[in-house]
Structures are given as structure tokens and as C-alpha cells.
């Protein structure tokens, strides 16, 4: 009988035993490596309670209470020791002992007042002062400023000769009719000329009495002017 030889590649049958070799390490490895991060993982919670025990076990002394074996302290106050010192000097006449005492020598009465300070009673009746009253050439002027100020607040806008009618300030007035400024002073319309009008308005005087004074207003922005009351 013939035998049949293994006639393969000679290199495939070297390399069989390496591949072997090379699983079992590397199973061998992932079993360590197992083994390892097992033991990790249980001593983990393992440290921690080491670590607490020994936390609660070594307290320090002063949380803990105290030992009922070891004998309490006296509350009772010390016994003062006579050192043969004076507890306080003695009182030596005609020497200030205490250094706040105030010296009446110099300071006879530190309260009272110098008389160079003392002040006279102060006098609570006040002389009322008598109220200048104004002259009567002084209320003239007055009442007469004011009436010229109303008079120049007139706006004159269509006025003729011969005409009752004059139209002042947007409104018409009639010849006779009053009209008051801006002051409340009243002007009647006396007479309608050529561009103007004639106000008249009584005025306190100098002798006290009532007299007519005459403003005239004007076209065209003019000044009014005061004439002379007719005699």
C-alpha cells in the first residue's frame, strides 16, 4: 500500500501553532482584564464605606459629650489672694484724686454765662410800621397808565368818516356802545373819524372826582394817542 504524504505549503503548517498561541494570549489578556475591572468596580463601594467608618470613628473630642467619669468643675467663685497691696489710694487733703474733677479755682462755674454774653429780654411788641397810602397824583398816573395799556390793545380794522359803525378787534361796534380791554377797564366808542376811532373812559382824578379821558386808536398799527378832554 502507498501512504499518502501531506504534500502542503510547509508555511501554512508553521503558522497553525502561532494562531494557536496568539488566541490563547489574547483570551488570556480579556480575562485579565475582566478580572481587573471587577475588582475595581467592588472595591469601590468598598473604600467609601472604609472612609465613612472612619470618618464616625475619629470624631474629635470636643463634638462628643462629656464623660460622666471625669468629675465635674466647681461653679464656686476663686478665692482673692491677699497681695498686701492698697485696693484703693488714699484720700489726701487738699490733693484732686480724680484727674476729671474740675477745678473750681479756675472754673468757678463752668455753667453760668459771662455777663459780657447775657442779653437783654427780648421785647415781643412790634411797632407796626405806618403803610405809605398813595398821593392822589400818584393813583391819577396809575389808573391812567393802565387805561392808555387797554387802549393800546384795540385793534382798529375798518373805520370811516361819517360812518357809526367801526369794527375792532373782529367785532362791529355801534357809536355809543362800551368796550373793555384787556384790564377790564370799559372805553365806550365815541366818535368814528377818518382811519381812527375816539374811546372815552372815566378816570379817577386828582381831586378825586371822575373825569372822561380820550383815546384815540388808529389804522394800521399806529399808537393811539390821548386827547384832550373837550371843554
Do not use: C
Amino acid at each position: 500500500m502507498k501512504t499518502e504524504r501531506n504534500t502542503g505549503n510547509p508555511s501554512t503548517l508553521k503558522s497553525r501553532p502561532r494562531a494557536t498561541n496568539w488566541f490563547q494570549s489574547r483570551r488570556t489578556a480579556i480575562l485579565f482584564l475582566s478580572l481587573v475591572s471587577m475588582v475595581a468596580i467592588v472595591k469601590l463601594p468598598g473604600l467609601l464605606l472604609w472612609a465613612r467608618i472612619r470618618i464616625l470613628t475619629s470624631l474629635p473630642k470636643t463634638a462628643i459629650a462629656d464623660d460622666p467619669s471625669q468629675p465635674v468643675a466647681s461653679l464656686e467663685p476663686a478665692v482673692e489672694l491677699d497681695t498686701g497691696l492698697l485696693q484703693s489710694a488714699p484720700v489726701i487733703e487738699g490733693v484732686r484724686t480724680d484727674p476729671f474733677q474740675i477745678d473750681r479755682d479756675i472754673f468757678p462755674d463752668p455753667i453760668a454765662v459771662p455777663s459780657t454774653m447775657q442779653t437783654k429780654p427780648f421785647d415781643t411788641a412790634v411797632v407796626a410800621s405806618p403803610i405809605a397810602l398813595p398821593s392822589a397824583e400818584e393813583l391819577h398816573r396809575i389808573a391812567m397808565d393802565a387805561a392808555q395799556r387797554d387802549a393800546d390793545g384795540f385793534r382798529l380794522q375798518s373805520a370811516g368818516r361819517g360812518f357809526s359803525l367801526a369794527v375792532i378787534d373782529g367785532r362791529t361796534h355801534r357809536i355809543g356802545e362800551w368796550i373793555h380791554g384787556s384790564n377790564g377797564i370799559a372805553f365806550k366808542l365815541a366818535e368814528i373819524l377818518d382811519g381812527s376811532a375816539v374811546l372815552q373812559s372815566e378816570i379817577v382824578a386828582v381831586d378825586g372826582t371822575t373825569q372822561v379821558e380820550r383815546f384815540e386808536i388808529r389804522l394800521r398799527g399806529y399808537s393811539p394817542r390821548r386827547e384832550p378832554a373837550p371843554k
